[in-house]
């Protein structure tokens, strides 16, 4: 498969890096390590894939050109229209020209969100009564200084979205029912830095807390059940990182516990580059419905975030 990167900022170039001999043309209108300005300036007949590593507002239009002429397209989270209408039209051009439009949301091919996701499905915790994850990293000083990101929802566009799919890839749609805003503070930056939702409605009930002023970047996740509980600390590329499995004792007592540690680099981005040939190669229909809902969410959450005013 011969690929085009477009975009060639941080995202962009750890995409090159993934897909290596795969590539064949770079785009950026800035970066001057990159081949072309444009994707214009790129032959069609020189590529059958793109890696869309674009800022926000530019990836509905870039697609619309790309699946226009049948190129596969793997874009960068989230996809968002602030409605769903263009996307559901993407979704219709995809199906009509036989392109795949997939979004990355990497975080899918984690191990121990794997490992959640079995649990979750085997039933074995039983009843599951709560999940509260945490995602936090240090960039907020980077994106205050970047020429686009420091705008709209802030970090609940950039983290809150991988937290979003993440439950929807545990539980489904079930979990986003009653999704409402906590806080939303703006104490660094011009868009909001630190954000906490919360639901009393939802099955399982959520917290979902994210931040840019984690100095140490961390990720934790607990989910109590009936049966137990089930615990992440950290990311792969982070680690080490674990998955802790507890058992209930009753009446009471303390639990037994599995515990799973990695050491190891970061395998999500080659996992999912491959699942992305995988869909490909097999013809699969373009499926955007999961972006649709995620829009929905971050429009409506986005808006009391803004609503909430400067904070801090």
Known sequence: MRVAVVGLG??????????????????DPENKAAQYRDIAEVPLDAYDAVLACVPDAAKLGLLTYLIGDG?????????????????????????????????????????????????????????IYRCRMFYGNGTARLVRESNWRDEGSGVL??????????????????????????????????????????????????????????????????????????????????????????????????????????VQDDPTWQAEYDYFKELIAAKAQTDLSRDILIDGLLERLGAACCAQGAGG
Not at 10 to 27: E, F, L, N, P, S
Not at 175 to 183: F, I, T, W
Request: include cysteine; charge should be neutral; aromatic fraction near 6%.
């Open 10 to 27: 941080v995202q962009g170039t750890k995409r090159a890096r993934i897909a290596a001999g795969d590539v064949v043309a770079t785009v």
């Open 71 to 127: 190129k596969h397209v793997l874009v960068e989270k989230p996809l968002a229209d602030g409605g769903g209408k263009e996307i559901a039209a993407l979704q219709a051009l995809a199906r009509q020209k036989g392109a795949v439009c997939y979004t990355a949301y990497n975080h899918r091919f984690e191990p121990h969100f794997l490992r959640m996701r079995d649990l979750v499905a085997s039933g074995e915790l039983g009843r």
């Open 157 to 262: 566009g950039d983290l809150g979205s991988h937290l979003l799919d993440t439950l929807l890839f545990w539980f489904g749609e079930a979990a986003l029912e009653g999704l409402e805003l906590v806080s939303a503070d703006r104490f660094e930056n011009a868009a909001p830095d630190h954000v906490v939702l919360g639901s009393t409605t939802a099955s399982p009930r959520c917290e979902l807390e994210m931040t840019l002023l984690m100095w140490r970047n961390h990720f934790t996740c607990d989910v109590l059940a009936e049966e137990g509980s089930a615990h992440i600390s950290s990311l792969c590329k982070w680690g080490p990182a674990t998955f802790i499995r507890r058992r209930r004792v009753l009446p009471s007592g303390r639990p037994p516990e599995e515990r799973v540690t990695l």
